[in-house]
């Protein structure tokens, strides 16, 4: 048996040269230190996607992408297909828990300041591609076609509208329409199954050649060190191997999840009924739509929606161009105030969302 | 001198109706338009000295203006003297209304006439634009003429309860007329009417029988569709009542007087009281209205059955028609009751107590029946205990959250097949009954089948899960074992 796989090994090596991968692989090490733990969730973000990208493309073979059959394809995936069931849960459960695993792995590099030279780039692919599980989250929510995804979309979409000047478009060019129809569902799908996975996996490409090229990067604390104090591992196999490990472990939850608590299918969409009480979001969104709750309809001249959504965007811009301005950790000063935004940031999403969930 | 002071009272009585009399007299015979027209022998003049108004000592002016005391025609019929001529389209019902609809100036007549006909009629049916565009499409003199108007309660007066039939058929009986304003309305209700026990005591001469406005009301009539109507589907009972459940109106008539009483407590009284159910039937679904009679025994079972269609064929067809005939049975009523018609349940089939069957059928009498009614009657319980069981699976497999959406549909065959055999028992035939109950059987049996692998599709994905949570646990030892193992330190 290991003579046949080394055989294998060997037809292959001679020609992709595999062992040019395995040197440079076993030649990399990663730091062992205190905060090592944060380096896994990378790799976790990474396993989830891979799940997501599985399992979607089973639930492709079923779906059917209009407002007549989305419904009834899904029940149908549901209750006809051997383990379609199961597909959908664990399709379900691992996009909340790759959102939650992205949230943990974007800020554990920001806290560790990670994004500082040379590793910008690595940083901005990673929040655009944060960004962009966000917009996976909202596009595939709708395409069940239920009543609480078609209002949560409407209500969704109509928070776009409130950007000015290009929200009206913006709101029209999602929607296909004036309102949440059929159209609105086929081009979620299109860009839930084609464009955004399209998009995606060339920045996870460009972002995973950039880690393998740059490696792991180390504390600022530890800059002081002298390299012989410095405690590594091998990446292959020993950091692989653990990261195995993780991902093992992280299956095994995911399957009980999907098992005891199955995603559920609820009604089916109907534009003409009146919205159901307590319509939110996913809970990724929940702090946005809180805080946009709690605004005052007016602040001086501007609506307090329209300030909301505002706030956010710049927000969003200052976070990504972090490694722009945060101009001490660059030169590897402490930089406290990045501390604190970060605790700032982690608090408000962590409050509002709490609160968000008992105001349901 | 005391004889004298009792005269008095009496004396002044006399020269009081005298007085009366001949100021009335004066009056008329001041009425210079009268006493020229009658020179004149016209129709008008002569029909109004017969006029009630006349005699309540209005004259000719009191409508058509003008100096009535002038005996010079062109002083009398001047505009300057306010002469209008002859009013045409509204303007006559406003004319009849400007005393009528004045509460005070009537009440100096002692009238008893509501002062909001006027109103009414307005708002009603008839109070429509006419097709010629000018007025209201009926106005007051079209019932109740114009120069010889009488009190509604004199016989003579169109509008006696003998003579609206007639009234009303000037207009409801012309079909080219009635064409202009609703075709759909047919023009043989005074026909069917005159057949109807109310049309042929009316024509007898009985006033407390129902005529057109009885039911219709007179200056508020409505479209039969409009819920302000009186014969609006919801309404009719209410309207019939009026006069069928007042005992003492209803005394000179050999009927009964709870009809109203038992029909709100029947299925369809609830139906039409509690549900607004339009398609329940009212009274005049099995009684008619303009040619209303009781549905005799023949005709019950036809009646029933215009709603009750497939019921009323099986019926027909069955055994029970002929005895049922022979013994001068009222088919439907016979089993269910005619005014208090109850749910149809369960109970009324078989041998058991308060069976319906065991009227006409016992074990030594009629015992044919009484062996079919019972086997029904087990069917019929038995697919109850199915439906039962299966309702009880389905339930079972939902509270362990699997999708038995398709199976809750499919529930509403085994009570389709439940209601088809109260429909089918109609046929009294057991055959029949056994195969409708069948398809509830082997609806059930998929259902329970369906559910209870539902159920166990429950447990295969626990135990399912035990197995997968045991192997990936399994390969996580062994990995952290060989992670151990190839980060031991090497013993020099």
Known sequence: ?360 | MGIKMNYIPKLRLITIVLSIFIIQYTYAADDQCLSCHQGLDDKPSKLFIEDVHYKAGLSCSSCHGGNSNSDDMDLAMSKSNGFIGVPVSNSISEMCSKCHSDFDYMKKYNSNIHTNQFVKLKESVHGKLAVNGKGMMLQCITCHNAHGIKKANDPKSPVYPTNVPQTCNKCHGNATFMQSYNPAISVDQLTKYRTSVHGVLNSKGNIKVAECASCHGSHDIFSAKDVRSKVYKLNIPGTCSNCHSDKNYMKDFDIPTDQFAKYQNSVHGKAVFEKQDLSAPVCNDCHGNHGATPPGIESISKVCGSCHALNAELFSASPHKKAFDEKKYPECETCHGNHEILIAKDQLLGVDKGAICLKCHSENENQKGYLIAKEMKKLTDSLIVSDSIAKNMVFQAEQKGMDVEELKYKLREIHQARLEGRTIVHSFDEAKFKEVTTKGFKTSDTIITEAKAAVDEFYFRRYGLGVAVAVITFLIVMLFLYIKKIEKPKSL
């Open chain 1, 1 to 360: 048996m290991e003579k046949k796989l080394k055989q294998i090994y060997e037809w292959v090596d001679n020609r992709v040269q595999l062992a040019d991968l395995v040197k440079f692989m076993s030649k990399k090490y990663v730091p062992v230190h205190s905060r090592s733990i944060w380096y896994y969730f990378g790799g976790v973000s990474l396993f989830f996607f891979i799940i997501q990208v599985v399992t979607g493309i089973l639930l492709l073979f079923y779906y059917k992408g209009s407002s007549d059959l989305a419904y009834e394809s899904i029940r149908f995936t549901m209750s006809k297909v051997q383990f379609g069931w199961l597909i959908r849960s664990i399709h379900s459960w691992s996009a909340n828990l790759f959102i939650l695993s992205v949230f943990i792995h974007m800020f554990s590099v920001y806290f560790e300041k990670s994004y500082r030279n040379p590793r910008e780039m690595t940083w901005v692919t990673g929040v655009i591609m944060f960004v962009l599980s966000l917009a996976f989250g909202f596009s595939g929510y709708l395409l069940p076609w239920n009543e609480l995804a078609y209002f949560a979309t409407k209500v969704g979409t109509d928070i776009v509208g409130a950007v000015p000047v290009v929200g009206d478009p913006l709101k029209y060019f999602l929607r296909g329409g004036d309102d949440v129809t059929g159209a609105t569902l086929s081009r979620f799908f299109g860009f839930h199954v084609a464009l955004f996975p399209g998009i995606f996996t060339f920045l996870l490409i460009v972002h995973l050649l950039l880690v393998q090229r740059q490696g792991m990067s180390e504390p600022m604390h530890l800059k002081n060190t002298a390299k012989e104090e410095k405690k590594t591992m091998p990446f292959f196999p020993n950091f692989m191997l653990r990261d195995l490990l993780l991902w093992l472990v992280v299956l095994n939850i995911l399957a009980i999840l999907a098992v005891f608590f199955p995603a559920e299918l609820g009604l089916k969409a109907d534009p003409l009924a009146s919205a159901p009480a307590g319509i939110q979001p996913e809970w990724y969104f929940l702090f946005m739509f809180q805080t946009l709750k709690f605004l005052p309809a007016h602040v001086f001249f501007v609506e307090g929606e329209v300030l909301g959504v505002l706030l956010f965007g710049l927000a969003g811009v200052l976070w990504l161009l972090v490694p722009v301005w945060d101009r001490k950790s660059a030169k590897g000063q402490q930089n406290r105030l990045i501390n604190y935004i970060g605790i700032f940031s982690v608090m408000f999403i962590i409050i509002l969302t709490i609160i968000g969930w008992v105001l349901k």
